[in-house]
């Protein structure tokens, strides 16, 4: 009898590739027992988490094996507060130190990440402070043109000065933040830290305060890293956790292999960089087709990334499509947020071998495809307990969200809708279950979709088998 491993499992906010992907995926080796806070303690895109609560769930549950722990989630109550939070230092500060003691008593490894403050080069304040809607490009270019000239020989005369004060004490507060758990990292509290840059730029205050942590790890000799990428590096260490007494051995294999220089959107590395990057993190090691415990077929792009509902178009797989010999795991990056149709049209006229088979991913950016693909990957590869409906299940939602919904149905409901509305959204997926289940072999009874945040970017499928 294999032992069970207790992992728990803060998550970022509560929407479902943060929250009930990790739970679908651990679901994968019933040998998992993914332990994590109700639903309803995490935020969302109004509500701040219940940090009290969540303090609280982790003081009383028995003690894991390890721990991954979203720190934006107890220091601000969530990525997007953590742009939003009128909290002090000070305040911020006692509360985690308070946070530390409870981990400490827990008596196990951490897996830990905190975001980099992004700055988003838009005028949209969905998800950042209200005057976001009036000055977010003007903010952008400020802290772009800051960093590249240095801030006395720019002029901000455009964003009046209380709400440029505010951005940058904000800003100031997080990094501070951030240069506090870097002490507790040198300190040798985590097992693993990590400082995540979002929605990168080449220049800007983000990638500045990366830059310098970078330099107090290399100096100092401190275990952490920073990466590109956000809401999939929980599940990342969540992997990173799994293989702590296993080496796995992962050959990136290209569909344009003259084209892995190229940077994605939202990042700021190039795609080979950004491969090697979540290989690593996952707690694997790159290496060659021949000596490669699993080959990670990347469908890649060649000179721009597409953005389907952005309508930037770009030429799609057409080449010949052969999947390894060996365990293998597809991440379909073609495009940013949506699957290449082309590519997923050939991937469905072949045959799922079940044995080597290890996943598919195409969800937004090509961190967040690469590091849950990855995880799904090396959950189902490990498994000591393997439950093969939970796989398929993990991948007919990957399919109908990354494939149906991102790459075709979004955009077409975008074109005659002005407001979300289910009722449309079933009418168009539907359309695509069918082929999904008769691809995966997997006919569950019901397949229930939702919009969790009230907006097109994102849907919920719920599977009842």
């Known amino acids: ?62 003690n894991p094996n390890s721990i991954i722990v979203s720190l934006d989630t107890v220091a601000y109550g969530g990525l997007i507060p953590s ?40 005028n949209v304040n969905e998800e950042e402070k209200e005057y976001w809607n009036l000055y977010g490009k003007k903010i952008f270019e400020y802290s772009f043109e800051s960093h590249k000239k240095a801030p006395e020989k720019v002029s901000s005369t455009e964003i009046p000065n209380e709400i440029l004060q505010d951005y940058l004490l904000t800003r100031k507060r997080n990094f501070e933040i951030n240069k506090l758990y870097l002490k507790w990292a040198q300190e040798g509290f985590f097992s693993t830290l990590v400082f995540s840059k979002d929605d990168c730029a080449q220049y800007g205050f983000n990638v500045a305060e990366a830059q310098a942590l970078e330099s107090e790890i290399k100096t100092k000799n401190i275990n952490a890293l920073i990466k590109t990428g956000a809401d999939e590096i ?121 044995e080597n088979f290890l996943g598919y991913a195409a969800w937004n950016t090509t961190g967040n495809t690469l590091g849950s693909g990855i995880c799904c990957a090396i959950v189902k590869l490990l498994s000591q307990n393997l439950n093969i409906n939970a796989f398929k299940k993990v991948q007919t939602i990957r399919f109908l969200d990354d494939w149906a919904y991102q790459a075709n149905v979004r955009k077409k409901l975008k074109s005659y809708l002005t407001e979300i509305s289910v009722e449309e959204l079933k009418k168009q997926i539907k359309i695509f279950e069918k082929t999904i289940q008769n691809y995966l072999q997997y006919y569950p009874q019901n397949i229930n979709y939702s919009y969790p945040w009230n907006r097109f970017f994102e849907i919920e499928i719920s599977i009842e088998e």
Request: glycine residues 4%; hydrophobic residues 40%.
């Open 83 to 122: 742009r939003r939070s009128k909290d002090s230092f000070e305040t911020i500060k006692k509360r985690m130190e308070e946070f530390k003691k409870i981990l400490s008593l827990k008596n196990t490894k951490v897996y830990a990440f905190s975001s980099i403050m992004r700055i988003s080069n838009n």
């Open 1 to 62: 009898m294999t032992e069970e491993k207790k992992i728990a499992f803060i998550p970022i906010d509560n929407r479902p590739v943060c929250y009930t992907l990790a739970e679908q995926i651990a679901d994968i080796d019933e040998n998992i027992q993914l332990l994590i806070p109700p639903r309803e303690m995490l935020g969302n895109l109004q509500k701040t988490a219940d940090i009290a609560g969540i303090i609280n769930w982790l003081k009383n549950i028995p």
């Open 234 to 354: 929980p599940l990342s260490l969540l992997t990173r956790a799994l293989t702590d007494s296993n080496t796995i051995k992962i050959a990136p294999v290209f569909t344009e292999p003259s084209f892995v220089d190229k940077i994605s959107k939202y990042e700021d590395i190039s795609v080979i960089d950004s491969v090697k990057g979540q290989i690593e993190l996952a707690g694997c090691t790159v290496t060659d087709r021949d000596n490669a415990d699993v080959i990670l077929l990347i469908n890649n792009f060649k000179e721009e990334q597409g953005e389907l509902v952005m309508g930037v178009d770009v030429e799609g797989f057409n080449g010949t499509l052969k999947l390894p010999q060996k365990p293998f795991l597809i991440a379909d990056i073609r495009n940013a947020n949506g699957a290449d149709n082309n590519f997923v049209e050939k991937l469905l006229q072949i045959p799922v071998n079940w």
